[in-house]
């Protein structure tokens, strides 16, 4: 099985290697773009393009993407929050993206939507259609796929547009001051360390709102509103002013209470979406209860010394 999709140039994109724009077109590497290239998959003007030519104004590409042969086994506990004709909301499991990409073979929120029978808009990047949002590999909660051209044209313009509102729950360690504040903190990708974030000089603007919920000894539950959506912007933001998410070892979290209590990520949940619905215009609100890892841990927290209830 494949796909296929002509494609205009864009104005932005003439002067440009194939095999750069169609990453910028297509949300693929440009490894990944430069082997359709070597395979013949990537026509300009019905003829095989080089990955090196560069694109014309009236060049018309044409790129078949085959589909993968070992496709990720669908996710059994991803529940439905959601769902009409034009948006499905999901509760992401933890452990699940939202779609495929380089380096990931495991569960994604697409794969298993197409595994339930949903039927996606093909509006989007190949690998990426539907999606006008996404939630960390190891952030769970509500995360939304658009069903229709009509939403997804909507919804994608309304995350962009910071219209939407994003609540997550985190529990971070010590106690936040003030208990309610905003971070407003340039973040960007680690100058040393790999795949790691980090408010740096010269990073994209990033603004975390948030608010105390309940304080215990050495952490609090805190409510977090995102004004923007940078990489990882909640661990880096409560990182940078010395409160990690609670689990998060890799932003500088404590291993031996993420291990005391069972955690084996960071303690945060996306637990609310307030949007308008694209095609009625009303107003709506989505809600992810806690999953269990993270409802036991903040037992433990709250009753220290004791048992978590299950």
Request: charged share 25%.
């Given at each position: 099985?494949?796909?296929?999709?002509?494609l205009?140039?864009?104005?932005?994109?003439?002067?440009?290697?194939?095999?750069?724009?169609?990453?910028?077109?297509?949300?693929?590497?440009?490894?990944?773009?430069?082997?359709?290239?070597?395979?013949?998959?990537?026509?300009?003007?019905?003829?095989?393009?080089?990955?090196?030519?560069?694109?014309?104004?009236?060049?018309?590409?044409?790129?078949?993407?085959?589909?993968?042969?070992?496709?990720?086994?669908?996710?059994?506990?991803?529940?439905?929050?959601y769902?009409?004709d034009?948006?499905?909301?999901?509760?992401?499991?933890?452990?699940?993206?939202?779609?495929?990409?380089?380096?990931?073979?495991?569960?994604?929120?697409?794969?298993?939507?197409?595994?339930?029978?949903?039927?996606?808009?093909?509006?989007?990047?190949?690998?990426?259609?539907?999606?006008?949002?996404?939630?960390?590999?190891?952030?769970?909660?509500?995360?939304?796929?658009?069903?229709?051209?009509?939403?997804?044209?909507?919804?994608?313009?309304?995350?962009?547009?910071?219209?939407?509102?994003?609540?997550?729950?985190?529990?971070?360690?010590?106690?936040?001051?003030?208990?309610?504040?905003?971070?407003?903190?340039?973040?960007?990708?680690?100058?040393?360390?790999?795949?790691?974030?980090?408010?740096?000089?010269?990073?994209?603007?990033?603004?975390?709102?948030?608010?105390t919920?309940?304080?215990?000894?050495?952490?609090?539950?805190?409510?977090?509103?995102?004004?923007?959506?940078?990489?990882?912007?909640?661990?880096?933001?409560?990182?940078?002013?010395?409160?990690?998410?609670?689990?998060?070892?890799?932003?500088?979290?404590?291993?031996?209470?993420?291990?005391?209590?069972?955690?084996?990520?960071?303690?945060?949940?996306?637990?609310?979406?307030?949007?308008?619905?694209?095609?009625?215009?009303?107003?709506?609100?989505?809600?992810?209860?806690?999953?269990?890892?993270?409802?036991d841990?903040?037992?433990?927290?709250?009753?220290p010394?004791?048992?978590?209830?299950?």
């Amino acid at each position: 099985m494949s796909s296929s999709r002509m494609l205009p140039v864009p104005d932005a994109l003439v002067g440009e290697r194939v095999d750069a724009a169609l990453a910028r077109m297509l949300g693929l590497s440009r490894s990944r773009c430069a082997e359709l290239c070597a395979a013949g998959l990537v026509l300009i003007n019905a003829v095989s393009a080089d990955k090196s030519a560069r694109l014309g104004a009236d060049d018309v590409i044409e790129v078949t993407i085959p589909e993968p042969e070992n496709k990720p086994a669908p996710v059994t506990d991803m529940e439905i929050l959601y769902d009409d004709d034009d948006i499905v909301v999901v509760d992401k499991p933890v452990g699940v993206a939202a779609h495929t990409g380089p380096g990931w073979e495991g569960p994604t929120v697409l794969g298993n939507l197409e595994a339930a029978g949903y039927r996606i808009t093909s509006h989007g990047p190949p690998e990426r259609q539907g999606i006008v949002h996404r939630l960390d590999v190891g952030t769970s909660g509500a995360m939304m796929v658009a069903k229709s051209e009509l939403a997804y044209s909507v919804m994608k313009r309304a995350f962009k547009e910071r219209t939407i509102d994003k609540i997550y729950h985190a529990v971070v360690a010590g106690h936040l001051d003030p208990p309610s504040g905003t971070i407003d903190a340039p973040i960007g990708r680690h100058p040393s360390r790999e795949w790691r974030m980090a408010v740096i000089d010269g990073g994209k603007r990033a603004v975390t709102h948030y608010d105390t919920l309940e304080l215990m000894a050495g952490a609090q539950l805190t409510e977090v509103h995102l004004e923007t959506g940078r990489t990882h912007q909640i661990r880096v933001h409560m990182a940078a002013v010395g409160h990690p998410c609670v689990g998060d070892t890799f932003y500088g979290a404590d291993p031996t209470q993420a291990q005391r209590l069972g955690l084996t990520r960071q303690w945060l949940h996306a637990v609310r979406l307030g949007f308008a619905h694209p095609r009625t215009g009303m107003p709506m609100t989505v809600s992810s209860p806690y999953p269990r890892d993270l409802r036991d841990a903040l037992e433990q927290l709250r009753h220290p010394g004791g048992s978590s209830r299950r």
